[in-house]
């Protein structure tokens, strides 16, 4: 398997994962906002544009960010059922 295959297989692998994780719609459009990747309504990747180690970077990134705010959002709320405990920002 030639490199840019086993970069689309990795980066389809990718999204399926995250598509259990955050639903498939938002799995999805995450990853179409990584320029030079084009992914199909299915996840997978149909062609990368550029380098591919970096739109595999990128697109670790979005998730990154994305799953951070939700890992935020999550413990916000959780400190908010215990308002005598104080949080480290």
């Known amino acids: 398997m030639d490199q840019a295959l086993q970069y689309a297989a990795i980066i ?3 999204i ?6 955050l639903g498939p719609d938002i799995a ?3 990853a179409r906002n990584v320029s030079g990747l084009v992914v199909d309504d299915q996840g ?3 062609e ?3 380098e591919p180690a ?3 970077q ?3 990134n979005e998730y990154v960010e994305l799953s951070g705010m939700i890992v935020k959002n999550t413990l916000g709320s ?5 308002p005598d405990i104080k949080k480290v920002d």
């Open 48 to 50: 990368i544009k550029g």
């Open 28 to 30: 999805i459009l995450k």
């Open 12 to 14: 389809s692998e990718i």
């Open 58 to 60: 990128k697109l670790i």
């Open 44 to 46: 997978k990747v149909t």
């Open 16 to 21: 399926a994962k995250q598509a259990i994780i």
């Open 54 to 56: 970096m739109a595999l």
């Open 78 to 82: 959780i400190f908010d059922k215990y």
